[in-house]
């Protein structure tokens, strides 16, 4: 994906992380303690945001990285972080898709992840991986709203996490898997929005 600054009908908008972001952005990972909790085992760390800039696993094109801010009422309410091209040329794989208590449960985060996946489509990307925390309930029915088949934790964990080195204790994350078609790229996903139950 080339940089991306779009307002998403009904949606948030949609932009590359700047780095006067980084207090709003900084301010959005303490929120989603919740999280990271569920991810890591602890909190969000100021040095976080930085992190997000360096973090790659290898093999990986630096160029091919994105970071993306969702905005809603001036506001960043969620964030994505995602590198094409990787573990090979016809994949997209998703480290963190982010989204604030605040706006959760509203249906921006589906609006701009139907918006990513089509934009992903069109641009001949065939698969997208993410990672979801097998306890984050919320994570899990948002990936399976998005038509993604969850598959459970592997006894070993591989060495990278969507498209990041693995931290020690990640160890409970399930694997997410979407194979994009020509309809995904026409956009055809025309599924009711707003969910209930705190799913993003």
Request: aromatic share 4%; glycine share 8%.
């Given at each position: 994906?080339?940089?991306?600054?779009?307002?998403?009908?009904?949606?948030?908008?949609?932009?590359p992380?700047?780095?006067?972001?980084?207090?709003?952005v900084?301010?959005?990972?303490?929120?989603?303690?919740?999280?990271?909790?569920?991810?890591?085992?602890?909190?969000?760390?100021?040095?976080?945001?930085?992190?997000?800039?360096y973090?790659?696993?290898?093999?990986?094109?630096?160029?091919?990285?994105?970071?993306?801010v969702?905005?809603?009422?001036?506001?960043?309410?969620?964030?994505?972080?995602?590198?094409?091209?990787?573990?090979?040329p016809?994949?997209?794989?998703?480290?963190?898709?982010?989204?604030?208590?605040?706006?959760?449960?509203?249906?921006?985060?589906?609006?701009?992840?139907?918006?990513?996946?089509?934009?992903a489509?069109?641009?001949?990307?065939?698969?997208?991986?993410a990672?979801?925390?097998?306890?984050?309930?919320?994570?899990?029915?948002?990936?399976?709203?998005?038509d993604?088949d969850?598959?459970?934790?592997e006894?070993?964990?591989?060495?990278?996490?969507?498209?990041?080195?693995?931290?020690?204790?990640?160890r409970?994350?399930?694997?997410?898997?979407?194979?994009l078609?020509?309809?995904?790229?026409?956009?055809?996903?025309?599924?009711?929005?707003?969910?209930?139950?705190?799913?993003?």
């Amino acid at each position: 994906m080339e940089p991306v600054t779009t307002r998403i009908p009904g949606g948030p908008a949609l932009r590359p992380l700047r780095p006067e972001d980084e207090p709003a952005v900084s301010r959005l990972l303490t929120d989603c303690d919740d999280y990271f909790v569920a991810a890591t085992g602890s909190t969000a760390l100021p040095a976080d945001v930085q992190s997000l800039y360096y973090s790659l696993p290898d093999g990986a094109d630096f160029t091919r990285k994105h970071l993306l801010v969702l905005e809603h009422e001036d506001r960043p309410v969620g964030l994505v972080d995602a590198v094409e091209g990787h573990p090979d040329p016809a994949t997209c794989s998703v480290g963190l898709f982010l989204v604030g208590p605040h706006a959760r449960g509203t249906g921006l985060a589906l609006r701009a992840a139907r918006y990513l996946l089509q934009e992903a489509a069109a641009r001949g990307t065939r698969r997208v991986t993410a990672t979801c925390p097998e306890g984050w309930t919320p994570g899990i029915a948002f990936l399976r709203r998005l038509d993604f088949d969850v598959r459970p934790t592997e006894p070993e964990p591989p060495a990278t996490v969507g498209n990041r080195l693995r931290r020690p204790q990640e160890r409970h994350l399930c694997t997410a898997v979407r194979i994009l078609t020509e309809q995904d790229a026409d956009g055809a996903d025309a599924a009711p929005d707003r969910v209930e139950g705190g799913t993003p």
